[in-house]
């Protein structure tokens, strides 16, 4: 595989951003990413089953996560674990995140932000 920066994948979308913050702490089957998401966005970010497993498929040619072994729990669930260079992406995607923060608050767009 051709050397590419880490950050050439930049900008992830959203569903891959939050797929990659699922998996930080360790591998998941994919029930349990789309439950993480939908806990941690409170259902701002509609995922559907569908939606999920093609992000899946494409985080995984991507080299940003990999299959794991099946769940010992449930064979039929494939586990899903984060790369060294998916973790390097979610960070850089967080780096890049957090600019556009910085941006918005010097511009005085969030709440909070005084004129």
């Not at 994919?30 to 089953?49: K, S």
């Amino acid at each position: 595989m051709p050397f590419k920066p880490d950050d050439a994948i930049l900008p992830l979308t959203p569903i891959s951003f939050e797929i990659l913050l699922a998996l930080v702490d360790g591998g998941q089957h994919g029930y349990a990413i789309l439950q993480a998401v939908e806990r941690r966005l409170d259902h701002r970010l509609p995922l559907r089953t569908g939606t999920l497993y093609r992000a899946l498929a494409r985080l995984v040619d991507e080299g940003l996560i990999v299959e794991a072994a099946s769940d010992p729990a449930d064979e039929r669930r494939r586990l899903y674990r984060l790369t060294a260079a998916g973790r390097r992406a979610a960070r850089a995607e967080a780096e890049r995140l957090a600019d556009q923060v910085a941006a918005a608050r010097a511009h005085k767009l969030l709440p909070g932000d005084r004129r």
